[in-house]
């Protein structure tokens, strides 16, 4: 097997689920891609995310040996660790707190049946003894009292009543004290990603994980020696775009990373529970440089803003390119119960107390141009509320977020790794599955449902949750131009998923079959000669998604050209606001003359194209299906380094980003507003 890096003839850009412990499955995928593609663009949610953080400080470290690293990944995480067990298993360190929970949950995994369950019972006797006893005392009193008074079968009966209220309170002891436990996890979570009970030495996940991206990346030093962790703009100055999925759970939303929202905070003091210290003094020496100096009122209100930050031992969250990878990536890892929750501190402009006090702040800084923040501290007297936002893990939305880099005509492939269950009965080589044809993979899974017992109730609540988490990804995996890239890497039960204490083989058995799948897109989209004659799958590819996209076109046009046609009773029709000889009053977003008149004329030309496309079928027949269609979709907000560049981002970001995370500057929105919540972060 080549170990050969240096120089690959072809690039590519590449998505991958999460999965917990099934990452295992990507580092020797992702090594066997980069023997013949660079990695132009990486993402991923949660241990998607770990590896899409891995393969783009591997691509940073291409020349440094980087991909040998990642290569070696597997085998270390199955090496012994000095705490006991394998390194894998140990990564995941339980708070003080947490650790009875968490002894109890990992004590069955790597067994089944009886032996699993005698483990469990183990260490709830380890875990538990004291709630147990407790619990249990009343009835032990009960049976004693009834043993040595009386007599007969009132005694027995007593006996008995004392035994069975003896088990019935060892189990509400048991209860309680589980309930109270997970009434005290810090963020929801057992592990925090920094050492914990049990660690003895050895390395946590975080940690561990910061340095294994700084070794790839080509760090040569070790955290905390004063080297600068990896970011996102480090990856983007060698031509590496990262991007990653988490859930701002506070306000119902997924968010891509690094986001171009300001007006996010951090405690760095609780940050240092969730990671490094050299991480969090990074970003605590990197604040975001303000766009907004000058001294329009909402440049001075940002200022303000900021100043009651400080006041709070607040630290801003950084701008993009400063943002630390490994920061992303834990905050797109947060497997609920298992690992916490991350918190950042906002303002909800939705809230009216905090209208008010920015109507009262700008009112002041309105009627006084020449004062200070100082003076405006001093003088308003009341400050904004900071609230906690809180980021978990970015699969429980988006889980393959399949849609990153895509672009309507692709120049490069975006490959994905879906991962699949059901290997147990699967020969193996169908472990790895990629479409070969057209019509393959256009069949969504099934997965069986049984209306039976506690049992078929919790498999039908789970497949909600499922159907919830991963409706839009599984959508878009069967669209013709999505589903020929995507490859499906299956694994049992007791592969990848929660089971953290995997044998050295099982590991080595999805290492190996992350690489199949790997060799299956290489072999379909590179070929026998790479960058030379056109392989077979990527010509097909592109046609594909030109044939798909002048689809969704064709149609989206023809929706376009009807709406804008149709009058509507009581409103101004669109030909009246736009299109020729259009010179109604514009309710809002005002034209100048010459960019109306501008518009009007490409208003026209739109119009005539639709007519031109609806003419007669020849986008649409025998078109793949099944049919994509082009909708409007919010902006994610993400930071692109692209052009326009971050300072013309921020500056376009001087209105109202920083401090209102609101289109209009709070008017008009949250309750009272009449619009809803405050506006989404980006």
Known sequence: MSTDWSDPTLECDLVMKGGITSGVIYPRAVTELARTYRLRSVGG????????????????????????????????????????????????????AAAPLFGVATAGMGSKGSTA????????????????????????????????????????????????????????????????LLGRLQGWGMCTGMAGHGGKGAPALTPWLH??????????????????PVTFGQLADAGITLRMMTTNVTRYQPMAMPWEARGYYLDAALWRRYFPEDV???????????????????????????????????????????????????????FPVLISAVPLEAIDYGRKTNQDYKAAAEAWLTEHPEGSTEQALAAIGASPEFEPNWFSDGGLCANLPVHFFDSPLPSRPTFAINLGQGAETMPEDEKTYLPNVNQAGVLRSWHGLRPDGLGGLLGFAMALVTTAQTWVDNAQLVLPGYRERVVTIYHSANEGGMNLSMPKPIVDDLAARGRAGAVKLVDRYAGT???????????????????????????????????????????????DLAGSGAAAELPSYPLGKAQRARVNHLIDELLDLGVDWGADDAVTKGSPRPTPRLRLVPEEGVATFEAPTVADLDAAFAADAETEMMPDGGAGLGPGGGSGGGRLPY
């Open 45 to 96: 949610a949660s241990a998607g995310a770990i590896a899409a953080a891995a393969a783009a400080a591997a691509e940073l470290g291409r020349g440094t040996g980087g991909f040998a690293e990642l290569e070696r990944m597997p085998d270390d995480i199955t090496a012994p660790s000095p705490a006991g067990g394998s390194t894998l298993f140990r990564l995941f360190q339980p708070t003080r």
């Open 117 to 180: 369950v005698r483990a469990m019972v183990l260490a709830t006797l380890r875990w538990f003894w004291w709630a147990l006893v407790l619990g249990a005392l009343p009835g032990v009193i009960l049976a004693v009292l009834a043993g040595v008074s009386g007599g007969g079968g009132g005694r027995w009966a007593g006996v008995a009543a004392g035994v069975v209220l003896a088990l019935l309170g060892a189990v509400f002891g048991l209860a309680v004290s589980a309930a109270g």
């Open 211 to 228: 340095k294994r991206i700084q070794t790839m990346a080509g760090r040569t030093r070790p955290p905390g020696s004063g080297e600068d």
């Open 280 to 334: 969090v003094a990074w970003i605590e020496e990197h604040p975001p440089t303000s766009a907004r100096a000058g001294t329009t009122v909402k440049a001075r209100y940002a200022d303000l803003v900021r100043a009651h930050a400080r006041r709070r031992g607040l630290v801003p969250f950084p701008a993009p390119r400063d943002v630390p990878i490994v920061v992303a990536t834990r905050m797109s890892l947060s």
């Open 529 to 575: 000669d790479p960058g030379g004659t056109p392989a077979a799958g990527f010509e097909n590819h592109r046609w594909i998604r030109m044939r798909t996209s002048a689809t969704g076109l064709h149609t989206w046009l023809g929706a376009w050209g009807a709406g804008y046609r149709t009058p509507v009773a009581g409103a101004t029709d669109y030909a």
